[in-house]
C-alpha cells in the first residue's frame, strides 16, 4: 500500500504488513537501533498490530523510544550465545532486547532440541516489553513444541500478601496440530495484561472488579489507580501467584536474570522496559511413541470441539490476521502519522 493509506473512516487508515514493518523499523533505527535490532521489533510489533492484540502493537512504540532516549537499554546491543550443554544455551543480550538475543540463538537452540530431543534456551541481561506468543508460534510452525515464560518489572501483589512484588509473569506455549494453524497461548499471571490496564485508562474505561487494587490496598475497578500507586491482583488467587512465582524462578533465578523487584531505573526518566530475564523451552515430538503429535493435538482439538468448546486459544488471532493480510492493518490516522513523524 502506498504511503497515504486508503482510510477506513475519518479516524482510521488501512495498511499493509510490509509496509508496517519497514514504518516501524524506520522508527526504531531513528531513534537509536540497529537495523538487525530495529527488523526484530519492528516484525514483533507489526505482528502483534496485526492479530489485533493493539496492546502489544504500536501502543508500546511511545515506551520503546522513550527507553531508548533514557538510555536505560542498549538498541545497539550484540547478544552473546554460549553453548552451555547438549541440550542448554545461554544467551547474554547485553542489556538489549530480548527478541534479538533470541533471533541470536535460534538456530542452535532448534538444533540441539532436534538432536537431543529437548533444549533450553536462558536469556538474561535483557528486556521483554512485547507479546510472548510471536517467541513460541515460529517453533510450532515448524512442528516444534515450545514453552517460554518471562518477568516483568514489579506491579503484582502476591496472594495473602499487602505489597506488589511479581510482575505480570506471562506464560506462552505452542503445539502443532495437523489440520490448522498451531495451538499457541500467551497469558498473564496477573488477572490482566498491564497494558490491557493503560489502554483502559487511556479510553476512560473502567475495570472488571478483581483486576487490582489502588494506592492503599483497595479493591478498584479504576485503571488509573492501579498505574498510579496501585497494583495487580494474580489471577485465580493463589494459583496464579503461584504460577507467578514460578516464572520469577524459571525466567529469573534459572537464567541469570534480575527478579521483577531487582531493578531500579530511577535515574533512567522515561524507562519503560524491565530488566529481566527469559526461558525458552523447545521440545520434538518426533522423539516420541505412536502416533504423530500432530495428530494427536488434532484429536484432541476434535474432542474438545466435541463437547461444545467453539473456540481455542489463538482462534480470534488467527481470523484476524487473515482478514489483515488480505484486506490491510486498520491504524488510527493520528498514530499512523505519529508513527511517521517519528521515522522522518
Known amino acids: 500500500m502506498s504511503a497515504q493509506s486508503p482510510t477506513v473512516d475519518n479516524a482510521s487508515a488501512l495498511i499493509g504488513f510490509d509496509e508496517l514493518v519497514g514504518l516501524l523499523h524506520a522508527v526504531f533505527v531513528k531513534h537509536g537501533t540497529s537495523p538487525q535490532v530495529a527488523a526484530t521489533l519492528a516484525h514483533n510489533c507489526a505482528s502483534a498490530e496485526r492479530d489485533g492484540a493493539h ?57 540441539k532440541a532436534r538432536s537431543a530431543g529437548i533444549a533450553l534456551l536462558a536469556i538474561h541481561n535483557s528486556h521483554h ?23 516483568s518489572m514489579t506491579c503484582v ?31 498473564a499471571t496477573s488477572a490482566i495484561a498491564h497494558g490491557d490496564v493503560q489502554i483502559a485508562a487511556r479510553k476512560g474505561e473502567r475495570l472488571p472488579p478483581g483486576m487490582g487494587v489502588d494506592s492503599l490496598g483497595q479493591p478498584t475497578t479504576d485503571p488509573r489507580a492501579v498505574l498510579e500507586g496501585g497494583a495487580l491482583l494474580p489471577f485465580g488467587g493463589h494459583k496464579g501467584s503461584a504460577l507467578s512465582m514460578m516464572v520469577e524462578l524459571l525466567a529469573a533465578a534459572l537464567t541469570g536474570g534480575h527478579f521483577s523487584f531487582e531493578f531500579n531505573w530511577a535515574d533512567h526518566p522515561g524507562a519503560r522496559t524491565p530488566w529481566t530475564g527469559q526461558l525458552l523451552i523447545v521440545i520434538d515430538p518426533s522423539k516420541t511413541a505412536g502416533q504423530s503429535f500432530a495428530e494427536r493435538s488434532q484429536e484432541l482439538v476434535r474432542q474438545m470441539h466435541a463437547v461444545g468448546l467453539r473456540r481455542l ?16 492493518i486498520v491504524v488510527e490516522l493520528d498514530a499512523l502519522n505519529q508513527l511517521r513523524d517519528w521515522a522522518s
Request: aromatic share 8%; hydrophobic share 45%; proline share 9%.
Open 55 to 111: 496492546s502489544h502493537g504500536i501502543f508500546r512504540i511511545p515506551g520503546y523510544l522513550s527507553t531508548l532516549a533514557s538510555g536505560w537499554v542498549d538498541g545497539q546491543a550484540l547478544p552473546v550465545v554460549t553453548d552451555v550443554a547438549s541440550g542448554f544455551v545461554r544467551v547474554d543480550a547485553g542489556n538489549g532486547f530480548a527478541q534479538p538475543a533470541l533471533a541470536a540463538a535460534r538456530d542452535v537452540l532448534v538444533t
Open 129 to 151: 516489553f512485547a507479546a510472548l506468543w510471536p517467541d513460541v508460534e515460529p517453533f510450532a510452525e515448524e512442528g516444534l513444541v515450545a514453552l517460554s515464560v518471562v518477568n
Open 157 to 187: 501483589v502476591p496472594h495473602g500478601a499487602d505489597r506488589p512484588l511479581f510482575g505480570t509473569n506471562p506464560i506462552a506455549f505452542a503445539a502443532p496440530r495437523a489440520d490448522g494453524p498451531p495451538i499457541v497461548f500467551d497469558l
Open 313 to 328: 486459544p489463538g482462534d480470534r488471532r488467527h481470523r484476524t490476521r487473515a482478514k489483515s493480510l488480505e484486506e490491510g
